[in-house]
């Protein structure tokens, strides 16, 4: 079986948290959620707008240490909410921060209805390493929480991953 490590980062709703820990939990991996050392605050639209700025500046927030050493694991699934139809700055600091050289990475996301080129900009920084089975999971236009994508899609993409890790 190959060592597995999910690493997400979530921030409003918990969505791409709950999708990790289904992930985890079937795998019966390790998880590792991202956290940027300034926390964001003020209200939905002030990170919004603030997340404009940061994808715009291709700003990299300092994480907070994370407790696992993603060198330790073959398999890592990393998923992001989309930000202004790419990844939260976030997943761009530690996905920028590791050699992927000999790694398998498996991609996912949430999104709102506008998923943009989170996957693709994804994959384009784990290029050394090996990117297979992405996922989108698209949740409420609004911001909410309501899973769109049927649950049924969510759990044939765990069942791949688990295959791929040899679980
Ligand atoms: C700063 C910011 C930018 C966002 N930009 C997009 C976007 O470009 N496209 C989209 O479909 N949803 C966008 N959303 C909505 C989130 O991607 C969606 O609600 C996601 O599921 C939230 O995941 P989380 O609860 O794990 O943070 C944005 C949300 C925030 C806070």
Request: net charge negative; charged share 20%.
């Amino acid at each position: 079986m190959k060592k597995t490590l999910v690493v997400y980062y979530s921030w409003s709703n918990g969505n791409t948290k709950k999708i990790a820990e289904q992930l985890t939990a079937a795998l019966g991996a390790d998880l590792e959620r991202l956290e940027p050392q300034t926390p964001y605050s003020g209200s939905y639209n002030d990170v919004v707008d603030q997340g404009q700025r940061e994808v715009e500046e291709g700003y990299l927030p300092p994480l907070k240490p994370l407790t696992h050493n993603p060198a330790d694991y073959d398999l890592i699934a990393a998923g992001t909410p989309t930000w202004w139809y790419t990844m939260a700055p976030c997943m761009r600091s530690f996905l920028q921060s590791q050699d992927w050289t000999g790694r398998t990475v498996v991609p996912f996301m949430t999104n709102g209805g506008w998923p943009g080129h989170v996957i693709a900009d994804m994959s384009s920084l784990c290029k050394a390493g090996k990117v297979i089975l992405p996922l989108e999971v698209q949740f409420d236009s609004n911001g909410g929480a309501k899973q769109i994508t049927p649950q049924n899609e969510v759990d044939a993409w765990v069942r791949a991953v688990c295959q791929e890790a040899g679980k």
